[in-house]
C-alpha cells in the first residue's frame, strides 16, 4: 500500500465522536498512516456510561467474537471475559441453566475505568497516533471526508439498572418476563467483585422506575446475593435502518449514528464496530461504504428485526414455551445461531416488522442544500420509507 500516495489523496480524515465504532476506524486508518484525527464534545471517552457491565454476543456468526476483534484490527487490552453457562427465569421464576460449547458472550465493561472498552480502544487509537480533540463540539461539517460516530439520536429501547459491589462468584442471569420487562429482558452479570443489574424496556418507557422496582424484586426472590453500595444508571439505545451515508458530502455515519443496532437484545457492539472498520475499508480502497454495509451488516440487523417482531408476540406464555425448548438441548449455540440466519422465512417476517415498527427518533431534518448538519441524517426523501426500529 503507498502510504504517500493516500496522505495526498485523502489528507486527515476527521471523526466525530468516541465510542466503538469511532475508534476502530480510527486505528484502521491510522495504522496505514493516514493522519486522523477525532472530535468528543466531552473531556474524557465513556462519560455515557457507568462502569457497567455489557457484551460482545458471540451467537450471530460462526466467528468467534475474539476473532472478529482481531479482524477488526482490535487487540484485547480491555476486560472481555468469556461466560458459557447462564441461568435464566421465565414468568413462573422456574430455573432455567443453559451451556454453551463456545461462550455465549463476552463481558466488557463500559465507562471511564482503566480496564473499560472505551479506555482500551482509546489507548490503541493513541498509540497509533490518532489525535483526539476533547471538549471540541462540532455542529457543522466542514471537512472532505468525514466519520460521523455521535451515538444514538433516540431512545427505542432504554435500560434502567444498578452497578454494585458484591461477594457472589462470577455468574450470569437473566430474566423474562414482561411484567418487568415489557417486550425485553432483565440481567444479572457479576465479575470478579463487581455486578451489573438492569431491566430493559422496549416500550411503556413513563414507567421505567416501577419495572425496575419489580424487576429489582424478583431477582433478589431468586438469587441470594449481598449488594453493596448500589449506584443507579441508565441507558438507551436507537435501531433505524436507513441510508448509512451521504456520498455527496463524503460524510460517513457509523455505530448507533446509522442506527446500527440489534433490534432483538440489544447486543450492537458487534454491527457498530464492524461499520467503523468498513468505513476505514471505504476510505482505504475506494469501495462504497453504503454497499460494505448493505452486504455485510444490513442482513444481520433486518434478521434482528425480524426476531424482535416474533419475540414480541411471544408474551409471558410463549418466553416460558422457549425457556423450556432451550433447556432440553445441551448446546444451544446451534439454535441461536440458526435463528439469526438471514433466511427466506425471515426476509418475509421482516417485511410485516418493518411496517409495524417506527423509530422514536423525531424527524428534525434540515431543509437545507446540500446538508452539512451534523444533528441530521439528511437523505430525507430516501430513507423515510425504510425507518423501521424496535420500538
Known sequence: ????????????????????????????????????????????????????????????????????????????????????????????????????????????????????????????????????????????????????????RAADVIAKGIIFKTSNPDACFGFLDNRIAPKGYAYLLVNKGQATFATVLYEDFENTQSYFQRALDKMRSVVPIDVIEPKEFGGYGNFVLNNISRDNSNVLLVGEAAGFQDALWGFGLRYAMLSGYLAAKSILTGASYTQLCTEEIRPLMETSLANRWLFAHLGNFGYGRILNYLTGHKDIIGLLRKQHEPTRFKRVVFQLAKKWYHTRLIDKQCMHQNCDCIWCMHCKESSRSEEVTAA
Open 1 to 152: 500500500m503507498d502510504v504517500t500516495n493516500l496522505r495526498s489523496k485523502h489528507g486527515i480524515i476527521h471523526i466525530i465522536g468516541a465510542g466503538p465504532a469511532s475508534f476502530v476506524a480510527a486505528i484502521n486508518l491510522a495504522k496505514t498512516g493516514i493522519e486522523t484525527v477525532i472530535h468528543e464534545q466531552k473531556s474524557e471517552v465513556g462519560f455515557r456510561f457507568n462502569s457497567d457491565f455489557q457484551g460482545i454476543e458471540n451467537w450471530s456468526t460462526d466467528m468467534d467474537a475474539l476473532e472478529f476483534l482481531t479482524s477488526i484490527g482490535i487487540s484485547i487490552n480491555f476486560l472481555c471475559e468469556p461466560y458459557s453457562v447462564g441461568h435464566y427465569y421465565g414468568p413462573n421464576s422456574k430455573k432455567h441453566e443453559l451451556t454453551t460449547s463456545r461462550p455465549l458472550f463476552y463481558l466488557i465493561k463500559r465507562g471511564t475505568d482503566f480496564d473499560s472498552l472505551d479506555q482500551g480502544l482509546k489507548k490503541q487509537a493513541i498509540d497509533y497516533g490518532v489525535k483526539i480533540e476533547w471538549n471540541d463540539k462540532i455542529e457543522k461539517i466542514s471537512y472532505p471526508i468525514t466519520i460521523v460516530g455521535t451515538g444514538p
